[in-house]
């Protein structure tokens, strides 16, 4: 069965304290790793996808990477509007379907 | 462009009462999704469907049932409600190429039942 854990379950920054987010997964047959932004009271909506161990993707202050049994969310200089809650999901050889972590919540203060 | 549009956004039932979640798509997706979030929790996928006339199994389908009969429109019917399906049920749809996957959600169902 696919297994994916997030840490930590939440994280308050100060305004330019760059922190960094775990996805830790077990899956059989890795087909992509997924990263979800969600604001409160809103659907996840999508930010990236890693497909093997060395890729990176960024996207403004996101960077996010991929290894054999992780993946991390860099959040570089976060800003009040990187509020939310990021959820990783891996997809496995079954290939219908994503398996999603409980998300890290994610406070950054001015 | 809508893109995925639920119905109803907020609905209290009591324990033992059926009702039907709508869920919309207007990019010709063809795969589109069910998923339930609990509080603090991720998303659980309770049914999903690759086309019209196909739907399977996700993995907390128990209480609920699903049809798709056109490309469209995939509702979620709850039948029986009890107090463990409160929950904020979502809707996604994808286009399913070799290697993407990129989900679009709706903007959820918030449903209690008391």
């Known amino acids: 069965e696919d297994q994916v854990t997030q840490s930590p379950e939440a994280l308050r920054l100060q305004e330019g304290e760059s922190s960094s987010l775990n996805c830790s997964y077990t899956?059989?047959?890795?087909?992509?790793l997924f990263w979800y932004r969600q604001d409160p009271g809103k659907g996840p909506e999508f930010l990236f996808t890693l497909y093997s161990a060395g890729e990176e993707k960024e996207k403004e202050r996101l960077k996010a990477t991929l290894t054999k049994k992780e993946s991390f969310l860099h959040i570089t200089a976060p800003k009040p509007e990187d509020s939310a809650t990021y959820l990783c999901?891996?997809?496995?050889?079954?290939?219908?379907?994503?398996?999603f972590g409980g998300g890290t919540r994610v406070l950054v203060k001015p | 462009n809508a893109g995925v549009t639920q119905t109803p956004k907020f609905r209290i039932l009591k324990i033992g009462q059926s009702m039907t979640l709508q869920c919309a798509q207007d990019m010709n997706h063809n795969y589109m999704y069910w998923y339930r979030q609990d509080p603090g929790m991720g998303l659980k996928l309770i049914y999903y469907s690759v086309g019209a006339g196909i739907t399977d199994k996700g993995e907390v389908p128990n209480g609920y049932n699903v049809s798709r009969s056109t490309t469209e429109d995939f509702p979620l019917r709850l039948e029986l409600a009890a107090p463990s399906q409160t929950s904020v049920y979502f809707c996604?749809?994808?286009?399913?190429?070799?290697?993407?996957?990129?989900?679009?959600f709706g903007e959820g169902s918030r449903l209690t039942v008391l």
């Open positions: 996604a749809s994808s286009y399913f190429q070799k290697n993407t996957g990129e989900l679009f």
């Open positions: 999901a891996p997809r496995g050889a079954a290939g219908n379907k994503l398996t």
């Open positions: 899956v059989s047959g890795l087909r992509g």
